[in-house]
Each structure stands twice: as C-alpha cells, then as structure tokens.
C-alpha cells in the first residue's frame, strides 16, 4: 500500500470516529504543545491534541510556563502552550501534519517541523487495572473507559539527539513539567518528538459485578445524547502457559442495558465492549480480577502469647522481644504451572546471564573459578558492548581492566571505569610484626596505601598499537566527595534494548572466587544516571589514573 493511500485510510477512519455520536460529542480539540527553543528555532518536543467538550471555545493561546524551563548544562529552552481549535482544524492539523509536514497551528517562520513524520494507524489505549498501559503517563485523563490513539512519530527525531546521549536530561525535564503538566516523558521516552490525537470514549459508562452464581455481570449507561445500539461484551481469562482457560461472549440489545456471563470472576480476566455494527470499542479492562468475599476475608486478631515462641535478643545493649508464631499447621497451596514456568525461566536467565550464581568449590583453584566466571562477563561484553560500557567497582585496578574490558571486541566502544582507589583486604599488615594479620598477634592492623602508578603501573607497558585500537578512561574518586562507594556494576548505557546494566555481586578481583550472583538489574537506565552522576564528580587532574589516546 503507498504512503498516500494509507494515509487516506486514516483520515477516513479518524472521520469516522470524529462523527457526532460514535464516541462522544465533542466540540474541539484541546492542543498541548511541549516546545523546544534551540539557536533561534523552535521545535516540537512532544504535543497532545485531546478531544473535548466546551462551553466557550477561547480563541487565544495560553502559555503555562511564565519562565521557559533551563535544564543544567544546556543551552535549550523549554516550554508549554495551549490552544483551542475546532473539530473540523483538528482533523486538517492531522492532515497537513502527514501530507505536507507542516504545523498549521503557528506560521512562525522559525518553527521547525520534521519531514519524517508517519502514523502506522489508530489503536485503542485501555485504562490502567492491575497491567499499567505505558502511554498513560502522557494522555490527559484516560482512566474512565479508555481512547483512540492517532499517533504520528517523528522517525528522525535529530533534534532530540542530545535526550538520548544523556538520559539523565529526560528525568530532569520531567520534574520541571510537573508543575504544568501532569505527565511522565520519562516514562515513554519513544514518544519525544511525537504529535498525539487522543479521542476519549464519553459515549457510555460500564460498570463491572457478579452474581451469586460468581458470573460476570456487565451493565452500561449510555449518555444521555446518545442514540443506543446493540453492544458486545467479551470476556477472556489471562492466558497463562499459552493456554485460554475460560471465554464468553454476551449481547446487549439497544432496548438493554445488561448482560451476564458466563464467565467465573475468581482470577484476572480481560474485557471489551465493542458496537457489533461499526466494530468501534468502547471499552477494555486490560486486566482485572474481584476480591470476593468468600476467598478474602479481613480480620484483626490479637496473638496470644501463650501460642507464641518468644525471641529474644539485644541491639547496642537494648532488649527486644518478639513473639513469633508457629505457622507448621499453615499449609501453602502449590500453583504447579507457575513453578513449571518458573523453572524454565532459570535456565534462561542463566543463558542470557540474567542471574548466574557462583558457588565455592574446593575441587577446583580459585583461579581457575576466577578465569571460568570471567567468560560471563566477556560474553555480556560481546553482546552489548558495541557502543559504550561502563565499569564500577571500588577495588578496580589495572589486572581488572584487563581482565574484563580489555576483551570488548569493539574498538570504537567508549569504555570508563570507576575505582574507589580502595586497599584490597589481603594488603592489610601488622604494625608490629610486618605480616598478614593473625590470631597470635596483639599488634594493630595497618593498611600499606600502594600509590595509583604502583597499582596500575601495567598501563606504562601498553604498546602505542593497543592504545590507538581502545578508547579507555580509567578514574578514581579518591580526593572528592564521593570517594565511599560499594557498588559493583557493568553497565551498557547504549544498548538496541536501551540501558543494561548488571550488578556484579562482587569485585572483579574475586570473581568466580567466592559465592556471589550476577543478576541484571531491573531499571538499568537509573543506574546509568547515578554512574554519570559519579563520573561527573571525578574530572579532576587528580582522578584520571589513565587514558587513551583514541578519544
């Protein structure tokens, strides 16, 4: 299909909707612009066109931000303006936006507008229930029965580059918008650059029971302008293990306004109510479940101390006690097709290094344990070191670069690490008798405070050849307030995937050596900023312990 007949199906599916009565009675658009002021040109950073119902239509734009939002170290301007436009404007904004990639809203000569804008067709954003649906965090008020979604992306988004680089940049501007704008970027980060139509469903309200046979009931209101029409209800269990446990259909008549189901309501479900003529949704519950009364029941007892165990103990000389009772009687009910599921995800995990542990083993040299472990981490540095990686740990000297970070394959990845300049605990001596501390000796215990050439004089012995086939920037945060760390990451700022990072569990120095766990952390983008955050304490003279030359 050609790019203009698509779009010409949109437009006439975004007419359909737009007709008075299908989904609401609207009367305009309300137009939310999040703007970008850079070396004179103003470019869009995200705007939300919300469908809506006013009694009086203002005919001036409004600026939210009296003072344009700064955010540290850049030089761009941000802020928020408002408009109103009528139904019919909204649907030519829509237009002019694919067909000639312009911004009717403003002729401002300055306005810059991306010529790499497409829409891949409308979809349906239900409300949040027990699943949160992503794109909530930025469309106004969609917690009632759901909307249409028009989205047209700038594909390019060149001008936003820099929010990418530094994603610490994303978070910052959202706080700053909170103040205006109840939204979350940072959230949906995808949707920089991006221009969304969002179409409430105003045309019904539903409301969700059961009964006493535990069947769904479904019963709607339609608005009071509206011209009732025969309704589908569907209801479907969550798969689980690929497998559709329960599923029911029901029909509201126009002359109707309930149906039952034939569908038990004691586990999460999936709902829609659609018009049977024009296929319109009109509303889904992603996913939810009743509470009912028969398998909750809330209570406040008070433990007897008589079928207690008491535990004692001290903290710093104070006495507590708990009384900690005996649940031997209380016996859990297996779900076995979570445990099944559960187990084989292990092995996954394991394979994509998701969460690796390492056991002590006494058969074997710990270096041997050392060299096997670090496979782990060559291999996570083949798979997603190709544009950055970033190294912290507190112990790290020059063997743990080359152990580690020294076997990325890539040889334009941007590789720092990060040491606290730390002693390694084997460093520690007696002052007295001058060896490793023992139980025979009452001498104090000193630390030999090895100067960083001695720790990473390997450095001195690279060829020119290696360093001009690395980029490398090895730092420290001895000397600067944030000399105390304990943590232990790899991380992958710039991944196909976005941020990885992996908690290490341990120090590169005894990895494999010891029992630890390799595990892959949740929001790995949060970590990344608070590596950037460090990094960007330690700039000093004085922090460098080496570089390369291939910047």
Not at 3 to 8: G, Q
Request: proline share 2%; with cysteine.
């Amino acid at each position: 299909m050609t790019v203009a007949r698509k779009n010409e199906n949109l437009y006439q599916e975004m007419e359909n909707l737009l007709k008075h009565g299908v989904i609401g009675f609207y009367n305009c658009v309300e137009i939310i612009e999040l703007f970008m002021i850079k070396e004179g040109h103003v470019f869009n950073v995200f705007t939300i066109l919300v469908a809506c119902k006013r009694k009086v239509i203002p005919n001036k734009s409004e600026f939210l931000t009296n003072e344009l939002i700064k955010l540290k170290g850049r030089r761009e301007k941000f802020g928020v303006i408002v408009t109103y436009k009528s139904i019919s404007e909204c649907k030519e904004i829509f237009r002019k936006l694919l067909d000639e990639k312009t911004w009717i809203i403003s002729d401002a000569e300055n306005l810059k507008v991306s010529n790499e804008l497409e829409c891949d067709g409308k979809y349906f954003a239900p409300v949040d229930s027990s699943d949160i649906v992503p794109i909530n965090q930025i469309l106004k008020n969609n917690f009632f029965n759901g909307s249409y979604i028009f989205e047209v992306a700038d594909k390019n988004k060149s001008h936003l580059k820099f929010f990418y680089e530094e994603k610490s940049l994303i978070q910052e501007l959202t706080i700053a918008l909170k103040k205006y704008l109840p939204i979350s970027l940072a959230s949906v980060s995808d949707k920089l650059g991006n221009y969304v139509f969002q179409f409430p469903v105003e045309i019904l309200s539903y409301q969700l029971s059961y009964n006493e046979n535990e069947n769904l009931i479904c019963e709607i209101a339609w608005h009071d302008d509206a011209e009732k029409r025969d309704l589908i209800v569907t209801a479907r269990g969550v798969e689980k293990d690929n497998v559709l446990e329960d599923f029911s259909v029901a029909k509201i008549n126009s002359g109707s306004n309930i149906c039952e189901l034939n569908f038990k309501v004691d586990k999460p479900f999936l709902l829609y109510i659609i018009d049977i003529e024009t296929s319109v949704i009109y509303a889904a519950v992603r996913e939810s479940m009743f509470m009912m009364a028969k398998f909750l029941k809330v209570e406040v007892k008070v433990i007897d101390e008589n079928d207690c165990i008491e535990r004692d103990f001290k903290i710093e000389n104070e006495d507590f006690k708990v009384f900690v009772k005996d649940n031997k009687n209380q016996v859990k009910v297996m779900n076995w097709i979570d445990r099944r599921i559960y187990t084989n995800d292990i092995e996954v995990a394991k394979n994509k290094k998701y969460f690796v542990q390492y056991y002590n083993d006494d058969k074997k040299l710990s270096e041997d344990l050392h060299r096997e472990a670090l496979k782990d981490i060559h291999w996570l540095l083949d798979q997603y070191g190709q544009e950055e990686v970033w190294l912290w740990d507190p112990y790290l000297k020059y063997n743990d670069i080359a152990e580690t970070l020294f076997f990325n394959r890539y040889s334009n990845s941007v590789m720092k690490a990060i040491t606290g300049d730390k002693n390694i605990p084997e460093k520690k001596l007696c002052d007295v008798c001058k060896l490793k501390l023992c139980a025979s000796c009452t001498g104090t215990s000193g630390i030999i405070d090895n100067s960083i050439d001695e720790k990473n004089q390997g450095f001195n012995f690279l060829s020119v050849d290696f360093k001009g086939k690395i980029n490398l920037e090895f730092r420290t945060t001895k000397g600067t307030p944030a000399n105390a760390f304990h943590d232990r990451f790899i991380i992958f700022p710039k991944t196909y995937e976005g941020a990885m990072a992996w908690s290490l569990g341990i120090s590169i120095n005894q990895y494999g050596k010891t029992h630890h766990i390799l595990q892959k952390v949740t929001d790995a983008q949060m970590t990344a900023d608070a590596f950037q955050t460090f990094w960007n304490q330690i700039q000093g003279d004085n922090q460098l312990i080496w570089k390369s030359k291939n910047d």
